[in-house]
């Protein structure tokens, strides 16, 4: 997905709910400019003891920053993912060094799942699919699809449309790391 003319390149994070369940999963594809890199990086991660799902699209080292940072906001403000998202927004926007990272945030715990940018976006979507990086738009439409005409649980969803996004993204593969949260707290 593209944010204020900027499109991360170099991955897919897809989150989706489904009956209590939150699943996320991204691709393993790290490219600079039109060489692979890398194909089996891990960009999701569970945080928190595994309560929250974080995933990244972006510069690998700024997004290891902001797990980092964010990592820190879920300490200073535990069991509320959406205090530690907008805190998170608030610091990366105004700190003259946070506010050059070039990297989105994909979180999600089981009650909530936001995108969290360095524009100061915390946004929840209403239908409990969130996709960022350079396939996040195709991520969204298959994951979309997947929802309202088949049975798939939440990591079924993932599994399939980054399937779908590595035939159709030059920079998302088929390396795929899938985790989940069972919906409790």
Partial sequence: MAESGITYR????????RDGKVAMGGDGQVTVGDTILKASAKKVRKLQDGKVLAGFAGAVADAL???DKFEAKLKDHPANLKRAAVELAKMW???RY??????????????????????????????????IGSG????????RA??????????GI???SLAIVSEICIYTNREITLIELNGES
């Fill in 146 to 155: 997947l929802l309202r005409h088949s049975d798939l649980p939440a990591a």
């Fill in 136 to 143: 996040g738009s195709y991520a969204m439409a298959a994951a």
């Fill in 65 to 67: 920053t902001l797990f």
């Fill in 10 to 17: 170099g991955t897919t994070i897809l989150t989706v709910r």
């Fill in 158 to 160: 993932v599994e399939k």
């Fill in 93 to 95: 926007r105004t700190d």
């Fill in 98 to 131: 946070l506010r050059r990272l070039e990297a989105q945030l994909a979180v999600a715990d089981s009650e909530y799942s936001l995108l969290v940018s360095g524009n100061g976006d915390v946004i929840e979507p209403d239908d409990g699919v969130l996709a």
